[in-house]
């Protein structure tokens, strides 16, 4: 039992799912459409077949996306650099592709412009320096993951259980995970802490990626409904919910996956504390506040049972993607440079991280 | 399009959508499990059919269980009176046949009982006698429901949107529905309002069959994720939500379906009304409140994808198949015999629906 529970930490702290896996001449993506039933590595050589990876949500989850198009633009560089003296219009031109892949991934952008500027240096070294500043996207967002994990896990001394919204965890980010991460890192140093888990619908990211991911580094995880969450905070289960973010605006209010509003107010009816989970590289400082926000509807379909999907329907859905949780129901926003506790009781709300 | 609107409302007063359909030598019994995308009915003749039929839901929901029953004894008595000297022996096998069929409906020993008392009257009357008894549960159940329809619907005037939560419709009882039952008489009433239903997870009753019987009705309506309640409740499209009820304590706090506690949580924190529909038959008089109601968890592998369960899996799934909401989180319960209005501030609580 102690010989296995040394191997489980150790297998945490590693944290064994990979979205991605660098080979030094390609990519390999894992499919994460087809998990949990699934696990297989999709390897991609060029840029375009990268885009495709996106495109198609073999990748997903903002962080991850813009590491993969960072691999994908080094794999352009190697198929052009030594084969034509215009090798740099090839790669603007693979660039342009990736950044087609997602209209709406902000990390997919901003790795791209990262890349972008490698170009400009020495012919001679350009293999080298691309692949270097493609790893180290890699390698620091992985880093701000374990920062976060650290940082979170200090908040969590104590706790008998958490719960966790959609998945934030190593197959949605460089590795490691944000919420996840913390998550990770929490049980890494309190093994007995009740790890619960959102399905997460209409995607059901909870069901098909958290669970398996955790159960992949021997953490135990318990699926709950996203409509039961309230009857567990009841239960007393639980003391923490831990999510992640898309976006964060310049007061702390905070756009996630749907159902994360509804477990922040209902966090709050029942004493249990909220924390969010993201790099600094989410905070929109140009949003004053929540309200700014556009929130994405999806189709109906995915909510519908097909035989509704039909012209004139009478049934329709309504899916949106995203919703806004104010800062007043926050209680920390874990960022890799710190935390904010209480964000919307600060004088200067998260404006303390605004610099390094 | 004056003419479309009358026949919708024809249409809506009558509800189409039927669980049960007695056809005086047979029960044709609708299979909900393959709902939305098959509409079938399974004839059955005898009393071991319909015992199967509950068994193995094809019908589900209380009231229609306990009307199932009833037939399933008129279909005992035609078959076995005119054979035997022994007949009364053979129906009361088959009444134990039909207790068996679920365990827990209370609803389904309500009618045997009533259905048992029948037996002893004269011989040669006791086809007719036995067959009026299944016919008036039937018709009661209908009444009730249209009463409370009515009820409810007085209390919707002016409400621009309301939001339902698993199956309380015709598919649930002898017809019409309670909950949603007030749904059909409020938009017979005021055909613009707006009605959304949560799609009710893991079964996904709202999803399959609340929307299906009410586009069948030719009422419109959006399905929305669970999680997505709050949103919608923030965005203030809706004024009411509408739930049916499993069993209320005396003091009116109420099991229903897992996610009506979190409804109710958030309705307080919106300003959204919350109102319960059920028969007075719901009420267990005996229960001081709701602490003392059970809650029965299901098999985790309602919520997990198949490759979880497995032995020695490190993930499992919390599946309460019902929660508590507090009477203070109640504005309305509607039953047959009246309404109670802030059911936790009144001095006498439900009382008042205790005596006819």
């Known amino acids: 039992m102690s010989f296995l529970h040394s191997q489980q930490l150790n297998i945490m702290t590693n944290s064994t799912a990979k979205a991605l896996i660098w080979t030094g001449k390609s990519l390999d993506v894992l499919d994460q459409r087809v998990l949990p039933e699934i696990t297989r590595y999709d390897n991609y050589n060029d840029a375009n077949g990268v885009a495709e990876a996106i495109k198609s949500m073999r990748v997903r989850g903002a962080p991850a996306i813009g590491i993969a198009a960072a691999y994908g633009v080094v794999l352009s560089v190697q198929a052009h650099f030594s084969n034509s003296t215009n090798w740099k219009e090839a790669v603007l031109a ?56 650290d940082l979170g896990a200090e908040l969590l001394v104590g706790a008998k259980g958490v719960l966790t919204h959609c998945n934030t965890g190593s197959l949605a980010t460089g590795g490691y995970g944000t919420a996840l991460g913390v998550i990770r890192s929490a049980v890494a140093q309190n093994p007995t802490l009740n790890v619960f888990a959102g ?116 049934v329709s859905a309504w899916n949106p993607v995203f919703d806004v949780t104010p800062a007043t129901l926050i209680d920390a926003i874990v960022t890799e440079k710190g935390v904010v506790l209480n964000p919307s009781q600060q004088s200067t709300g998260i404006a303390s991280l605004k610099n390094d």
């Open 199 to 314: 399905e997460t619908r209409p995607w059901l990211q909870g069901a098909r990626l958290t669970v398996w991911e955790l159960s992949q580094d021997g953490i135990p995880a318990t699926l709950i409904a996203d409509s039961a969450a309230a009857w567990l905070m009841k239960s007393g289960k639980i003391d923490w919910i831990i999510v992640g973010a898309d976006r964060i605006a310049a007061n702390g209010d905070t756009a996630n996956k749907i159902g994360t509003y509804s477990l922040a107010t209902l966090a709050k009816q029942h004493g249990v504390k909220f924390m969010v989970v993201a790099p600094t590289s989410t905070i929109d400082w140009c949003l004053e506040n929540g309200d700014g926000i556009e929130i994405e509807c999806r189709e109906a379909r995915e909510l519908l049972p097909a035989c509704y999907d039909v012209p004139n329907s009478l």
């Open 94 to 149: 693979d660039i342009e592709t990736l950044a087609q892949s997602r209209p709406t991934a902000v990390n997919l952008f901003w790795a791209l412009d990262k890349m972008k500027a490698v170009l400009t240096q020495a012919d001679d070294t350009i293999v080298d320096a691309i692949t270097k500043c493609a790893v180290q996207i890699h390698a620091d967002d992985l880093a701000a993951n374990k920062k976060m994990g």
